[in-house]
């Protein structure tokens, strides 16, 4: 099972406003939008319903509009004539999705020194010249510090980028989340540099949030924080590591300013995992 129909993310996402509803055990995440309406959203189920049903139970909720996001072991196939039966009645399929449509896996249940090797060159030099930076990283439980970092990392409006992330920690920490903060050590003081997010579920790990100063990305402190988080997904006996979406090549306009954080993902191997998809009109 993926995070989010979990009870604990279900849990996160009532937190943040919406409205947990239990359709034949396949959670619908309920909310309503001004001058929109009452919008669902159903994500990484493992299971299609009968459309039929499903749409009488949308309307019963007045409900006007549906995002359907499932896992992927639905094939596509399954999914286009699911939401076929969707459209007949009425009800708007979400145009955008709202979780990424590809990410990347890493298969941690080998050694570390086969993961290591399955980094890119570059980004094995990489995690040595982090080190020889004397960038230290460190588990923590400070919350608020990842917080200001990503919101730094991000820019203008950067505040967006962790919204509900002070909710969601208490939730799942400690035995569901990690943090893990990077720092330059210098002779007199350690400067914080970068941090990462992980959510731990069902035997994987989560890439949940990054970010880092320019200092940091300057020595190579996301690498080390990276490769870092691989290690202690490990320790926690995950199986996978989710990098939690990359750019989609099915959809070669959307997401463009995905491309460079892509690239970085890319380059500590795994295999790339694809969902399917609602078309447009």
């Known amino acids: ?31 309503t939008i001004p001058f ?19 749409t009488a139970f949308l309307k019963e909720n007045c409900i006007s509009t549906v995002a359907f996001e499932p896992d992927s072991r639905i094939s596509q196939h399954e999914l286009d004539v699911f939401i076929a039966g969707i459209r007949k009645s009425g009800i708007r399929i979400n145009r955008y999705p709202f979780l990424p449509t590809k990410t990347i896996r890493i298969n941690i249940a080998r050694s570390e020194n086969e993961i290591f090797s399955g980094f890119s060159e570059a980004k094995r030099r990489a995690v040595r010249r982090a080190l020889k930076n004397n960038v230290l990283v460190k588990e923590s439980g400070e919350i608020r510090k990842l917080i200001r970092i990503k919101n730094e990392s991000a820019g203008f409006l950067g505040f967006i980028t962790t919204y509900g992330i002070n909710k969601l920690w208490p939730i799942f920490a400690p035995g569901n989340a990690k943090i893990l903060l990077a720092y330059e050590r210098t002779e007199t003081e350690k400067n914080l540099v970068g941090g990462i997010l992980l959510l731990l579920y069902d035997n994987i790990a989560y890439y949940w949030i990054a970010g880092a ?3 940091g990305k300057k020595i190579f402190a996301p690498t080390l924080l990276a490769w870092e988080a691989l290690k202690l997904s490990k320790k926690c006996h995950c199986s996978w590591f989710d990098f939690v979406g ?6 070669p306009h959307d997401n463009r300013t995905w491309l460079g954080f892509t690239k970085f993902k890319e380059g500590f191997g795994g295999e790339p995992l694809y969902y399917p998809v609602a078309k447009r009109r």
């Open 213 to 215: 100063t320019n200092k």
């Open 246 to 251: 990359v750019w989609d090549e099915r959809f």
């Open 1 to 31: 099972m993926e995070i989010q129909p979990s009870s604990l993310y279900q849990k996160y996402i009532s937190s943040i406003g919406w409205t947990v509803s239990d359709y034949s055990d396949i959670p619908v995440f309920i909310k």
């Open 36 to 54: 929109t309406g009452k919008i669902a959203k159903v994500q990484r189920s493992s299971s299609i319903p009968d459309a039929g049903k499903f």
